[in-house]
Every structure is written in structure tokens, then in C-alpha cells.
């Protein structure tokens, strides 16, 4: 339970990332499509710097539309396992630690794995309850040796018979105590006896096969878990960079645009891009984290410590319902007079 409710919690997160990302990139296209249109106008530039920005604000804005809808499933799944709703969530700051696993031995993870794993630790007493269970049918070929122990009481008096006076010659008492051993010999049950032991042998043998499967995937995901967060940390960093590396590659692009060395068309494939390490990055993060509660699971020790800890990293509280673009920030920036660079446009406040 606790690592279905961070994995539909952190699908929330990741949703709005996509949504913020995905809006983003609408508002600064629709502002370039403004901006050549009046650049058209005035003849700097051809019809088709113009078809290409509406078609990447088209484009934009479909996105935004399948971004709010898998924004709203990540909420109705996060929704279905809290019974709760939430307007605001806290993600990660930018200065959350990426740890590696202490110990940093996989093969001591796999280990503890096998040791502590509950999964694991319940499949072998299933298995032990069914090899009891076997004991106790070949019981039914034994005899049974019983102490049995009784003690009856009984009076009778003759004014419950007859109409005579008490006391009469014919009332009695008798108090009768018996103690002794019953030794049962079972002779033949109609082969309910070999039907049984047969019942539990062949459900023993399928409890042994599901601690072994059980044990497998123990290992499976304790390997899994362990590479996930190894991964996770280069995977983060690395997505960070090239996160860098595309808000540079775009400031370039629209200065190159701006006067004459790029076209339209690069402007727009290095906002896709930006949108995209936007989106990579923040999963990435998330993917680290679920990693680790993963590890701690498989080892049988994910615990309130844990969780405490993980929340520690969780400190930019934001809203699941992300502003919509405004007016304001959807108006056209006003061109530069023909021979004159115009300046890139700039982008809104984010709150």
C-alpha cells in the first residue's frame, strides 16, 4: 500500500510537470506565431514561417488537452487509493540528495532480500502450514489412544409417578463416575483417509514451488530495485544537464531567428525539445524515488523512517491544477521596424 499511494502521488507530480511544460510551450509559440504574422505583414519574412508557427501552436495545444487528461487519471487513480483529493502537493526542491543504497553491494541487498522480504517470509509459512497439514492426514491411518473421563447423576422419586407420599420405598439416587482410556483402531473409511493425504501431499508440493517462484522474484526485484536507483541518480544527473543544455541550445536558437541565421522551424523543433527535457527530467526524479521505496520494499524494511525521510525531500509545494495561459500572456509582442532585429520575446512571470 504504501508504494501504490507514492507511485499514484508522484503520477500526480508528473502530470503537472507535462501539463506547466506543455502550457509553457503553447503560450511562447502562440506569442511567435503573433510575431510573424506581423513580420509577414511588413514582408520579412514568407507565407511559411506562418503556416509552421500555427501548426506547432496546433500542435501545442493539443498537447495541453492530452496533458490535462492524463493529469486528471493520475488524480482519479491517486484519488481511488487515498479516498482522498488533493489541490496541493509538495515535490522535490532542486537541492534534493540522490543517496546510493547503503549498503552499496547488490549482493547484500539480494541477501537481506531473502531474509527479510514479507512476501517471502508468508510463502514459507504457507509452506510449513501445508507440510503440517500432511502430518496430520497420515494421522488418519493411526489408531488413537483417548482418556475419557464421565459422570452421570440420577434420581428418581416415586411422587413424580405415582400419587404417594414422600418419602416412598421406591425412590432412588444413583451417582456413577467413570475414568478410563478408548483406543480407536481405524479399519477402513472408504478411502477418505489415502484421498486426504494425497489432498495435502500434492497442495505441500505446490506450496514448496510457490516459495521457490516467491524467492525468484524476491531476487528479481531486489537486483531490479537496487540497479534502479544506481541508474536513477546517473539518470537524473544526466537529464539535468542536457535540461541545461536545451534552454541554452533555445536562448540561441531565437537570437540566431531574431537576425536572420535560423529559421522558424529551429525555434520550434528546440522548444519541442525543451518540452521534452522538461518532462524527462522531473520523471526522472520521480523514478529515483519510487526506486528507493522499491529496494526498501523488497528488503522487508520499508518502514514510517523511510517514508519521514523521503518527505524531507519534498519541499515546493504545488498546485494540481496548473494556471491557465491568459490573455496577457497569449498577447502579440509588438514586431521591430523593418531592418531591425526585434527582440526575443519574453516569457511571463511563473507563479
Known amino acids: ?19 506547466e511544460a506543455n502550457q509553457a510551450s503553447l503560450e511562447a509559440i502562440s506569442r511567435q506565431l503573433d510575431q510573424a504574422n506581423k513580420r509577414f505583414e511588413v514582408g520579412l519574412i514568407a507565407i511559411t514561417d506562418v503556416q509552421e508557427a500555427k501548426a506547432a501552436r496546433d500542435t501545442a495545444a493539443a498537447a495541453v488537452i492530452a496533458a490535462k487528461r492524463t493529469l486528471a487519471t493520475a488524480e482519479d487513480q491517486l484519488l481511488e487509493i487515498t479516498a482522498q483529493k488533493y489541490d496541493h502537493l509538495s515535490k522535490p526542491g532542486t537541492d534534493m540528495p540522490l543517496k546510493s543504497p547503503e549498503p552499496a553491494d547488490e549482493s547484500r541487498w539480494v541477501n537481506i532480500s531473502l531474509e527479510q522480504n514479507l512476501s517471502l517470509i508468508s510463502s514459507r509459512l504457507a509452506a510449513e502450514i501445508a507440510r503440517d497439514n500432511v502430518r ?18 440420577l434420581h428418581t422419586s416415586a411422587s413424580e409417578i405415582v400419587d404417594a407420599p414422600p418419602p416412598s420405598s421406591i425412590d432412588s439416587k444413583l451417582n456413577d463416575r467413570s475414568i478410563g482410556l478408548q483406543l480407536t483402531l481405524p479399519i477402513f473409511s472408504g478411502g477418505f483417509t489415502q484421498s486426504k493425504v494425497r489432498q495435502t501431499q500434492y ?67 528546440s522548444r519541442k525539445t525543451l518540452v521534452q527535457a522538461k518532462t524527462d527530467y522531473s520523471g526522472s526524479r520521480y523514478d529515483y524515488i519510487v526506486s528507493v521505496l522499491q529496494l526498501r520494499l523488497a528488503a522487508g524494511n520499508l518502514d514510517r523512517a523511510q517514508l519521514n525521510e523521503v518527505n524531507t525531500w519534498l519541499t515546493q509545494a504545488v498546485a494540481t491544477f496548473p494556471a491557465e495561459p491568459t490573455p496577457e500572456s497569449l498577447a502579440p509582442t509588438v514586431p521591430a521596424p523593418p531592418g531591425n532585429p526585434a527582440p526575443p520575446p519574453k516569457r511571463p512571470p511563473r507563479g
Open 1 to 19: 500500500m504504501i508504494l501504490r499511494v507514492a507511485q499514484g502521488y508522484f503520477s500526480v507530480l508528473a502530470a503537472v510537470d507535462g501539463l
Open 136 to 153: 496430520i492426514a497420515i494421522g488418519g491411518h493411526l489408531p488413537t489412544l483417548d482418556l475419557v473421563a464421565g459422570r452421570s447423576y
Open 203 to 269: 497442495l505441500w508440493i505446490a506450496a514448496r514451488e510457490a516459495v521457490v517462484q516467491s524467492s525468484r522474484a524476491t531476487e528479481r526485484q531486489a537486483r531490479d530495485a537496487y540497479l534502479g536507483v544506481i541508474s536513477g541518480i546517473a539518470r537524473v544527473q544526466a537529464l539535468g544537464q542536457a535540461l541545461e543544455s536545451s534552454q541554452t541550445a533555445l536562448k540561441a536558437t531565437e537570437a540566431g531567428y531574431e537576425v536572420g541565421t535560423r529559421t522558424a522551424v529551429d525555434v520550434l523543433n
